[in-house]
């Protein structure tokens, strides 16, 4: 198991940015893939980003369209998503997540058994 503790959300304008980070702790960053999902009010988690340790096996949603860039530091055992062109459609809790693996293969959130408490993120019009 991996603990995980997120940082950097907030209040945004419309197409401002955001850069979320996410710390690591407790087990060998390198063995996990790391991914970001999101959860908006009255919708399911879906999975924004997801990258393997090597950073060559990477996944983006659909609705990121170029705007978001996942990346990792296997050094400091760090992750972050750097958001950019940000809308209120992307206003939402954001969390990091775990899953043991050397390839992005699995994005449905009850493949991840590593969590973070989740940060907020708030875009306005």
């Known amino acids: 198991q991996v603990q995980l503790v997120e940082s950097g959300g907030g209040l945004v304008q419309a197409g401002g940015s955001l850069r979320l980070s996410c710390a690591a702790s407790g087990g060998t960053f390198s063995l996990y893939v790391m991914a970001w999902f999101r959860q908006a009010p009255g919708k399911e988690r879906e999975c924004v980003a997801a990258?393997?340790?090597?950073?060559?096996?990477?996944y983006y949603g659909r609705f990121v369209k170029g705007r978001f860039t996942i990346s990792r530091d296997n050094s400091q055992n760090t992750a972050a998503l750097q958001m950019n062109s940000l809308n209120p459609e992307d206003t939402a809790v954001y969390y990091c997540a775990a899953r043991r693996g050397m390839v992005v293969d699995e994005i449905a959130p009850d493949k991840y058994d590593n969590w973070g408490q989740g940060t907020q993120v708030t875009v306005s019009s």
């Open positions: 990258m393997n340790w090597s950073g060559d096996n990477i």
